[in-house]
């Protein structure tokens, strides 16, 4: 057997990085830490790890049943269970899903001091957050004692009320920098330098589900399909694309931006995914800075001013 340890036991691991495990095959198991509530430890606890995912599609669903997460710890409760389960010789990979402000936060001094208690053997960490350069950031963060790699996840996966039952869209990617260690044989897209797709996707996905959530809320809109129904809203995010978000990007290899435009536009309209704009609004001071000041930035370095970021900023409430 060979272990995952997951810091961050929410609804997004459950659907993303948990179940590119449960499909790799193999030995692997997942030891998933939550950091205070008891909610879906005790729930998977209860039910051997067993729980339901269901891919909704605009018109109909695919329901299986994932039980890979083997293990679940309360991180403020258990600490030291999980500095041992990180330093244990059988864990080969930490994976993260601790929001883009735990970074300064307890799970980091925890997965520290579980490095920290390794000594030489050899360990693969996977920020799987939206923040870039995340392996680097991890690093800094954690200072050193590991392999880190950035990796970028898209997902659309509504917070869940049932801790066993996962609601989340047909689409998924994860995109990993590649790494010489030891892993399940995961379906990721494995990449020389993630740089480039981390910007893809903050710029284009996660900045649009800022502009749709900082200014649909204020005209009464719920979800994001909602919004992205309100034709003002939708004309704005496309221009917001087009006029000020896109221009900030690099090259993207293997990747057709219009056609991805395209289909993220497809996704955010999937009426049967109930993505409530104020999960994504949450935290904003933490998400505006990556998701729209850091293109703002660049643009007035070219000479532009960035009218309709600023517009979401100042939506946002965010300097």
Request: hydrophobic share 45%.
């Amino acid at each position: 057997m060979s272990r995952i340890v997951h810091l961050g036991l929410g609804a997004f691991h459950r659907a993303h990085q948990a179940v590119y495990t449960a499909d790799a095959g193999g030995d692997w198991e997942i030891c998933g830490v939550a950091w205070r509530s008891r909610t879906v430890a005790d729930a998977l606890r209860a039910s051997g790890g067993r729980y339901r995912l269901i891919e909704r599609g605009p018109v109909e669903d695919r329901e299986r049943e994932i039980s890979v997460i083997t293990e679940t710890l309360v991180a403020a409760d258990e600490p030291d269970a999980v500095v041992e389960r990180i330093a244990a010789p059988d864990t080969s990979v930490v994976t993260l899903t601790i929001t883009e402000g735990g970074y300064r936060g307890p799970m980091i001094e925890l997965l520290a001091r579980g490095l920290a208690a390794r000594g030489d053997e050899p360990i693969t960490v996977l920020s799987c957050d939206n923040v870039p350069d995340n392996g680097e950031v991890t690093r800094r963060a954690v200072g050193g004692g590991a392999t880190f790699a950035s990796t970028v996840v898209d997902r659309i996966t509504p917070a869940s009320d049932d801790p066993l039952t996962v609601v989340t869209e047909p689409f998924s990617l994860w995109i990993i920098e590649n790494f010489d260690g030891v892993r399940p044989a995961w379906g990721a897209v494995f990449v020389d330098d993630a740089g480039p797709y981390e910007l893809l996707k903050l710029r284009l996905v996660n900045a649009s589900h800022s502009a749709l959530a900082h200014l649909g809320i204020p005209r009464g809109h719920e979800t994001v399909a909602d919004a992205i129904g309100d034709p003002e809203l939708r004309d704005f995010v496309e221009r917001l694309i087009a006029e000020e978000l896109r221009p900030t990007l690099p090259p993207v290899p293997a990747i057709d931006v219009d056609a991805f435009v395209a289909q993220m536009f497809e996704r955010f309209a999937n009426p049967r995914i109930r993505h409530r704009l104020q999960q994504i609004a949450t935290g904003a001071e933490d998400k505006i800075p990556l998701r729209l000041l850091a293109p703002a930035r660049e643009l007035r370095a070219a000479g532009r001013e960035p009218v309709l970021i600023d517009r979401v900023v100042a939506a946002a409430g965010v300097s």
